[in-house]
């Protein structure tokens, strides 16, 4: 049995150190995105609708229409009408680890108009050389800030455009990877940031046909002039698709719109973007649809007690099937200051399915609450007992086993979505709220509570999980609570906590295989001096009842 243990631990670290050394390939895809609901006038009618400024277009010196449906670059020759036309495209929640290697990368757009391969548009690519680039609203983009003003970086890719272009047809740049690598090279990128891309035309002289492609924009509209259906279409946006390689992935999303709805709210017609993705119960009762916060745990009034359960839908999940989680967790923004005595017991999982849907009427109804939905075996209790400031950050505990249990499933494919229920339990009559309040997609900073009257995209709910894949992913993940060692990082001291008193062997090894440190116990936990240890990554290796237990540690 000694000797099988040491082949084990030999082959793992094998396995181990081939992931570190042979990371696998990663992707994202993220379209133009929604910055918010705008009004306009148009031929003297006001017209209402969801738009964004992370797509804009420049004429020469000029800024073009903030709001149209197309988006033009490279060059119109026409002898008594010639422009250069330079479209600006901002991206937003790019989540790429710093110094990860960019292994390709190009943007996607969909035609406006049909063009002959005789418009040649010659259009030179750059992104922003900025750690996080603004988005192209008014403070940003006007007479006097173009696009053509914004720092560029180094790296640029030159896209002649000599093909034709078919009505509604996709087509795609060059690899732009040279430009991604530069801006999530600087010192100050962060995961999440944003980056813009330019594509400028340039001066081709007179020509009797438009050297320039039009291509979709976020406001796209499937004009029937042109044999369209008069809808807006999302899935023609641009999309920036960036294959990348790093040991360890990150997926983060915020909740995401679901469209815009009217309402009557005393008696006044309110139209806004909204999100289903979000939704809230109160005992066995569907609470209000598009409230500006979500509420979870207890209200302990004696004359009025409620159990208070939320939902929060995550789409577009790019985790693959079989990634190990290694550490998952929702963040929130308060929507009301709370004491610590406000204690909040709240149980999360995730729904037990391969994609969940969203809480719209015909899935979340008096009849479908988010109480009767499967749920993953794997849960987490949140005891909130902490004071909550007004319109601050909170985290849930680590919610990887429950994210695993969902992604393990045999129907679950990356880009599917993942639902957690956060349910509050009785916790008995009480002078305070035992529940915490925190900011929906609909949020709105109320003037009566000192805020601005705005919506806060910023403090929506956000998912986050960090996986690896590849051959670590064989290994079954070590049970939540079955082994703890800390600090990780280590230095000097490293603490190894297991489940249960009971006899144990615990063992560092290195990345051969090779036995570091070995020690004995019946302890639950157990102190282990690494002092004189070389700085490296080992692998705390414990065996205790049959049971096997495995831990990546860092010591410094």
Not at 105 to 124: L, P, Q, W
Not at 127 to 152: G, H, V, W
Not at 244 to 273: H, K, N, P
Not at 449 to 454: L, M, R, S, T
Request: proline share 4%; charged share 25%.
């Amino acid at each position: 049995m000694k000797n099988f243990l040491r082949f084990s631990s030999l082959t793992f670290a094998f396995v181990f150190l081939c992931n570190l050394a042979f990371s696998q390939n990663s992707k994202i895809e993220v379209y133009i995105q929604s910055t918010g609901v705008v009004t306009i006038e148009d031929d003297g009618e006001m017209l209402t609708f969801d738009a964004s400024t992370d797509d804009a277009e420049q004429e020469n010196d000029a800024v073009d229409t903030p709001f149209d449906d197309d988006i033009d670059a490279g060059w119109e020759g026409a002898p008594e009408d010639q422009n250069i036309l330079t479209a600006g495209l901002r991206f937003r929640d790019i989540y790429i680890p710093k110094g990860a290697t960019i292994d390709s990368a190009f943007i996607i757009v969909n035609s406006h108009e049909g063009k002959d391969a005789e418009d040649v548009a010659k259009i030179t690519i750059n992104a922003e050389a900025a750690d996080s680039a603004y988005t192209f609203d008014e403070a940003n983009f006007n007479d006097t800030k173009l696009l053509t003003d914004r720092p560029m970086t180094s790296a640029s890719v030159l896209w002649t455009v000599d093909e034709p272009w078919e009505l509604w047809g996709y087509y795609s740049t060059p690899d732009i990877k040279d430009l991604v690598q530069e801006v999530v090279d600087r010192g100050g990128w962060k995961m999440g940031n944003a980056i813009a891309f330019y594509l400028q035309g340039e001066d081709q002289g007179p020509s009797d046909v438009d050297n320039a492609r039009e291509f979709e924009a976020y406001e796209n509209i499937a004009d029937p002039a042109d044999g369209g259906d008069g809808q807006n279409h999302p899935e023609r946006r641009p999309k920036l698709v960036v294959y990348y390689t790093a040991d360890t992935y990150t997926y983060a999303s915020y909740i995401q719109s679901t469209g815009v709805v009217t309402i009557e709210d005393d008696g006044e017609m309110l139209t806004f973007d909204a999100s289903t993705d979000d939704a809230e119960q109160e005992n066995d009762a569907v609470d209000t649809p598009f409230d500006d916060d979500i509420d979870a745990g207890w209200e302990g009034a004696p004359e009025d007690q409620n159990t208070l359960t939320a939902g929060l839908r995550f789409r577009n999940v790019t985790v693959p099937q079989g990634a190990m989680i290694e550490s998952a967790y929702i963040i929130v923004n308060s929507h009301e200051g709370k004491d610590a005595e406000d204690i909040a017991k709240i149980t999360i999982t995730a729904e037990a399915t391969d994609s969940a849907y969203t809480f719209d009427e015909a899935n979340f109804n008096d009849t479908y609450l988010l109480t009767d939905r499967p749920m993953t075996s794997a849960s987490v209790l949140w005891t909130v007992d902490e004071p909550w400031g007004l319109w601050e950050f909170y985290q849930t505990p680590d919610l990887a086993d429950v994210v695993q249990e969902v992604v393990d499933r045999s129907g679950w494919k990356s880009g599917n979505a993942i639902a957690f229920i956060l349910a509050g339990e009785d916790q008995g009559p009480s002078d305070v709220d035992n529940a915490r309040e925190f900011e929906a997609y609909e949020n709105i900073a109320d003037p009566a509570d000192g805020g601005d009257g705005q919506n806060h995209p910023e403090r929506r709910a956000q998912l986050f999980i960090h996986y690896k894949v590849g051959p670590t992913s064989i290994f079954t993940r070590t049970p939540a609570g079955t082994l703890r060692a800390y600090p990780n990082p280590a230095k000097d001291q490293l603490t190894v906590e297991l489940k249960k008193d009971a006899a144990a062997t615990i063992e560092l090894l290195d990345i051969t295989g090779k036995v570091v440190l070995s020690q004995n116990t019946n302890n639950r936990i157990s102190t282990l001096n690494i002092s004189n240890v070389a700085k490296g990554i080992y692998i705390i290796k414990a065996v205790q009842e049959s049971q096997t237990l495995l831990q990546k540690m860092i010591i410094e």
